[in-house]
C-alpha cells in the first residue's frame, strides 16, 4: 500500500490493480450549496415540532425510506404495501416483503448503533457493523446474497455494477484478498483525519460513494451503502433528512446512477475533484429533502393548531357540531371544490333531516366569521382567522 497523505490512499491490489480513496471535491465550489444544507437543518431543528407529529413523523419517513431504498435496487411494493408489512414484520409471508422486513431490521440496529455513540464526536464505522447490516438485510433472502460475507468470485464469475443507459457498467474488485484489503483500508480512512471531521453531509456521501465502489457483497451493497450514510447523517442530528433522502434517490434515479459513474470516471481526469458530482448531487438532494420535510411539518403543526382553534370555538358555542365537522374536512382533506364537498355522504348525512335554511345560514356564518374562504374556482379553503391569505 502507497499512502501520498493522509486524506489519499492509494493501494496496489493483488488482482485488480491500483485502487485509491481520497475526498476528491472543490470544497470551495461547493461551499453555497453544502452552507445551505446546513442553514436549513438549523431552521428545521428550531421547528417547535409536538410529540405527536413527531411520531407521525418517524413513521412517515421510515415507511418512505424503505420503499425507496428497496424499489431502487428492484423491490415492486408500493408505499401502503410496505406500511402494512412495516406493521408487522415478523409474518412476511414471501422474499419480497422478508425484504422489507429486513430492512426494518437493519435500521433499528443503525438506530441502535447511533445512540450508543457520543453526539459530540464523528461517528466510529466499523467492519462489524457494516457485516451485521449486511446479516440484516440478506436474512432469509438464500445463499447468493453470502450473508455478512465479502465476494471471492471464482473465475468466470464476474461482478458487474450498472448499465450502459446509466453512465456505463462498472466491473468492481472481484476476489476477497482485494476486497478485504479494500474494506479494512476503507474503515480507516473513513475514520482517520481529516475524512472523520468533514462536514457530516460530506463525510457520509463519501463513504456511501465509496463502499458502492468497492462493493464488498454478493448482493445488497446499495441497501448498505445507504443505510452507512444514514448512520453518520444521523448521528450529526439529521433525524428525518437522513431517512426521507431515499425519495429522493427514488425520484431522481438517473441522476443517482449518472453522478456515481461520472465521479469514477473523473479519478484520472480529474482526481481533485473526481467526486464532486456525487457529493454535490447528495447535497442537492438534501437540500430539496428539507425543504420539502420543513414544509410537511409547517402543514402537520398548521393542522394540529387549526384542531385545537376549531375545538376552542366549539367550546365557545360559535360554531356549531355541523360547522365543526366541516371545517375538519376542509383543513385535514384534499382540496375540493363547494360542489364535490357537499356531495360527500359525510355531508349529506349532517344534514338529513335539517331544511336548507339550516344549511345556508351555517355557511354563511363560517363564511363571516372568516373560518371558511370561497375562491374564484368555486374550491373551499381555511379562511384567514386560519392564516389562509388566498
Known sequence: MQTTDSAIRTLA????????????????????????????????????????????????????????????????LSEEETEQILK????????????????????????????????????????????????DVSAGLGDDYGSGLYR?????????????????????????????????????????????????PVRASLAHYYFERIHPFQDGNGRVGRILEKAILLAAGYRWVAFDLDRYYLEHLDEYFLAFNQARKQETKKP?????????????????????????????????????????????????????????HVLQGQPLSEIELKSQGWYAALYRRLSPATKSRDWKQLREQGLIAILPNNQVRPGPVFGYSG
Open 13 to 76: 491490489l493483488q488482482r485488480y490493480g491500483p485502487f485509491t480513496l481520497r475526498i476528491g471535491i472543490d470544497l470551495e465550489a461547493l461551499e453555497p450549496v453544502l452552507r445551505q444544507v446546513q442553514d436549513l437543518q438549523r431552521l428545521f431543528n428550531q421547528l417547535p415540532i409536538p410529540l405527536g407529529i413527531a411520531k407521525q413523523l418517524d413513521r412517515k419517513v421510515i415507511v418512505a425510506s424503505i420503499r425507496g431504498t428497496d424499489t431502487i435496487e428492484g423491490g415492486t
Open 272 to 328: 481533485e475533484a473526481c467526486n464532486q458530482m456525487f457529493v454535490g448531487f447528495v447535497l442537492a438532494g438534501l437540500t430539496e429533502t428539507l425543504k420539502r420535510l420543513h414544509q410537511h411539518v409547517c402543514r402537520m403543526v398548521a393542522s394540529t393548531l387549526y384542531l385545537c382553534m376549531m375545538s376552542d370555538l366549539f367550546r365557545q358555542k360559535r360554531i356549531n357540531d355541523r360547522q365543526h365537522a366541516i371545517l375538519e
Open 88 to 135: 408487522n414484520p415478523a409474518a412476511a409471508k414471501d422474499e419480497r416483503e422478508r425484504r422489507i422486513a429486513n430492512l426494518r431490521r437493519a435500521y433499528e440496529r443503525m438506530e441502535l448503533y447511533v445512540a450508543t455513540h457520543p453526539k459530540d464526536k464523528p461517528l466510529p464505522i466499523t467492519e462489524a457493523f457494516i457485516r451485521e447490516l449486511h446479516q
Open 152 to 200: 471471492d468470485n471464482p473465475k468466470g464469475k464476474m461482478t458487474k455494477v450498472g448499465d450502459a443507459a446509466h453512465g456505463g457498467v462498472y466491473k468492481p474488485p472481484q476476489a476477497y484478498v482485494d476486497i478485504k484489503l479494500l474494506m479494512e483500508t476503507f474503515i480507516d480512512w473513513l475514520n482517520t483525519l481529516p475524512v472523520s471531521t468533514l462536514s457530516p
